[in-house]
């Protein structure tokens, strides 16, 4: 059974970088089926997607957010991990990983709050 | 780029069979897969139909997906509701490699 979890910090500073990776488990990010995303949620409302990556490094990223947005993998760790430079309120929300291609799994989560 | 539209909110009583749409404003609805996930309060996105139609292990065959060329429509249809079913559901498709999700909507089980 495939196991994503997401970590980092869970505040950053208005106009500061955030950084979160996920872990896979119980599967190989190596495995050429899979793509690898990054969706949030901000408190109250409805899911946004981030980006997507490959394990050979090509990424799809949001049009909204293309210029702050980087994703990078990690085969020998089994992770991947995504930067948001330039943030601020608005991007206060709870950060999900996920895996598409055939059956979707997907993180539990990780809040990351942005101070106004 | 397009857009899936849900209604905000659907109730029905328990034991009863309740169907969710999802309406894609442009291009065809059997273009690209479509996922459907539940979010109980509190909880992450658990995926309920992938590939139109698909359950993943463990979702009860009271879940069921379909498409609709017609309505240019997704459909999520739940049998013998119970309260457990209490949720937001999203849709969820495809613009070339980008994801686009539906507003989500709200049943609730009364």
């Known amino acids: 059974q495939l196991q994503l979890q997401e970590s980092g910090p869970g505040l950053v500073r208005s106009s500061e970088t955030l950084s979160l990776t996920c872990t896979v488990s119980?599967?190989?990010?190596?495995?050429?089926?899979?793509?690898w995303d990054w969706i949030r949620q901000p408190p109250g409302k409805g899911l946004e997607w981030i980006g997507s990556i490959f394990y050979s490094g090509s990424t799809d990223y949001n049009p909204s957010l293309k210029s702050r947005v980087i994703m990078s993998v990690d085969r020998s760790k089994n992770q991947f991990s995504l930067r948001l430079t330039s943030v601020t309120a608005a991007d206060t929300a709870l950060y999900y990983c996920?895996?598409?291609?055939?059956?979707?799994?997907w993180g539990q989560g990780t809040l990351v709050t942005v101070p106004a | 780029n397009y857009m899936l539209t849900q209604p905000h909110s659907v109730s029905e009583s328990p034991g009863k069979t309740v169907t969710i749409s999802c309406t894609r404003s442009s291009g065809s609805i059997a273009s690209n897969y479509v996922q459907w996930f539940q979010q109980r309060p509190g909880s992450a996105p658990t995926p309920v139909i992938f590939?139109?139609?698909?359950?993943p292990s463990g979702v009860p065959d009271r879940f069921s997906g379909s498409i609709d060329s017609s309505s240019n429509s997704a459909f999520l249809t739940i049998s013998g509701l119970n309260t457990n079913d209490e949720a937001d559901y999203y849709c969820?498709?495809?613009?070339?490699?980008?994801?686009?999700f539906g507003g989500g909507t709200k049943l609730a089980v009364l």
């Open positions: 119980g599967g190989s990010i190596s495995d050429s089926r899979y793509y």
């Open positions: 969820q498709s495809y613009d070339s490699n980008n994801w686009v």
């Open positions: 996920a895996k598409h291609g055939g059956h979707p799994y």
């Open positions: 590939e139109d139609n698909q359950r």
